[in-house]
């Protein structure tokens, strides 16, 4: 994939439209978590510095089609300006493009910033409808996608407008996803490793069937790996099982098998006979499980397996946790495994969602060489699935 970025746009006087994820959590009228916004300063600082007149859109939360108050970007717009220490226009417009909008739009001067009211507030944005489409078309000279949260999706914001401009880019952002998580995948160095973990095995089944044509060796733990004891004939106890996808997990060893890949599950699991943090906890092994108990985390056999696994590995992408990492009890093989990957010297590459909080939660943030800003993203570039909002992009 080798789309056309920020870096081979010539953006002075022209007008450049910038999808951004500004999806920021807002409690009682303020930003709890800015992390989205601070992502996207670098693709913003480049384009107004190259003295674009700079229209900024985002959606946050799901209004559905209502300009609903506590939904407004207006927040956001106060918070970008202070970040960037420079002005931000913001229209306060539940049309989004209204005729005052394009007022202020033909007002602006080169090196302007506008930040336009949450496309959400438009029924036809998650639609991908024609006339919103066509109106973000119509204020802008060029298209720069830089939201990964929403490249998953073909919405107005993302899709339909970049589809009628001649001229797209993805910002630094997409730049960096499709660097890492696509072509990673493709191309990776190898040895490559696959962990994945988390709750259920039917989130992930394209996933799993799609890893196991490109990885060396798939690690499976969390949930969803009890699943596939059961599928292998073991006693799992209470744990997580996910009975319609048995035979699915069966399919899953089978080509596992017959790609010469190693799959491994956990040999001994960190047990509790309540889902809660303060409670009795046990340690079994695998098929031992007992009736009332139920698997919670990885135990320190399979760490150390995981660990060896890990050790010399090139590549190591990782979605989903260990365990029920919220709970301290029960954090230890996914604290384990984090520890593990800041250690090696491979490309390692962290899902968003939970896997993303799981290791900054943990401290290791800095020290992966990529983690992702989009769950839902992620996991169908992981899929093999081409993403809307990164196809519709023009190829260098
Ligand atoms: P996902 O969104 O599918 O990545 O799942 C993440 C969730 O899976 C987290 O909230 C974890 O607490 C949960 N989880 C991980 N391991 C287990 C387990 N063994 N049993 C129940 N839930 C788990």
């Known amino acids: 994939m080798n789309k056309k970025t920020i870096d081979d746009l010539k953006v002075n006087g022209k007008y450049v439209l910038l999808r951004c994820d500004f999806n920021v959590p807002v409690r009682e009228g303020k930003i709890t978590d800015e992390n989205r916004i601070v992502a996207a300063l670098p693709t913003i600082k480049k384009l107004n510095e190259d003295g674009a007149r700079l229209i900024i859109c985002s959606h946050l939360g799901k209004p559905k089609g209502e300009a609903i108050k506590e939904l407004s970007l207006e927040v956001v717009g106060r918070r970008l300006a202070t970040l960037l ?11 989004v493009v209204s005729d005052g909008t394009l007022d202020a739009i033909d007002e602006m001067q080169d090196g302007d910033i506008m930040l336009l009211q ?16 066509e109106e973000l078309a119509d204020i802008c000279d060029i298209f ?6 929403t490249a998953h999706r073909a919405h107005c914001s993302n899709v339909g407008v970049a589809e009628l401009k001649e001229e797209t880019a993805v910002g630094y952002l997409i730049e960096k996803e499709i660097k890492f998580i696509g072509n990673a995948v493709e191309e990776p160095n190898r040895p490559f490793v696959a962990i994945l973990g988390g709750a259920k ?17 798939l690690i499976i733990g969390g949930g969803m790996a009890y699943t596939f004891l059961k599928a292998q004939g073991h006693e799992i106890g209470k744990s997580l099982l996910e009975e319609d996808k048995v035979e699915f997990a069966k399919e899953m060893l089978t080509k596992a098998e017959d790609n010469g ?3 491994l599950l956990p040999v001994d699991n960190v047990c509790a006979q309540e889902f809660s943090n303060d409670t009795e906890v046990r340690i079994f092994d695998k098929g031992e499980i007992d009736p009332e108990w139920e698997g919670l985390d990885i135990g320190p056999k399979t760490v150390e397996i995981f660990e060896k696994a890990l050790t010399g590995a090139k590549t190591v992408v990782w979605n989903g946790p260990l365990g029920v990492f919220e709970f301290e009890n029960f954090a230890k093989g996914t604290l384990a495994i984090a520890k593990k990957l800041s250690e090696i010297d491979a490309v390692t590459i962290i899902g968003g969602g939970d896997s993303a909080a799981a290791v900054n939660n943990l401290g290791y943030g800095d020290k992966m060489t990529h983690i992702s800003t989009g769950g839902g993203a992620s996991l169908e570039f992981l899929e093999g699935k081409e993403l809307p909002g990164i196809s519709v992009i023009a190829d260098k």
């Open 85 to 95: 220490g420079k002005e931000v226009l913001f229209s306060d417009d539940d049309y």
């Open 118 to 133: 949450n496309t959400r507030y438009r029924e036809e944005e998650t639609k991908n409808g024609k006339l919103f489409s």
């Open 144 to 149: 720069v996608n830089d939201a990964f949260g």
């Open 201 to 217: 095995v039917s989130d992930k089944i394209n996933v799993i069937d799609n890893l196991l044509s490109k990885v060396d060796t």
């Open 261 to 263: 890949v190693k799959l």
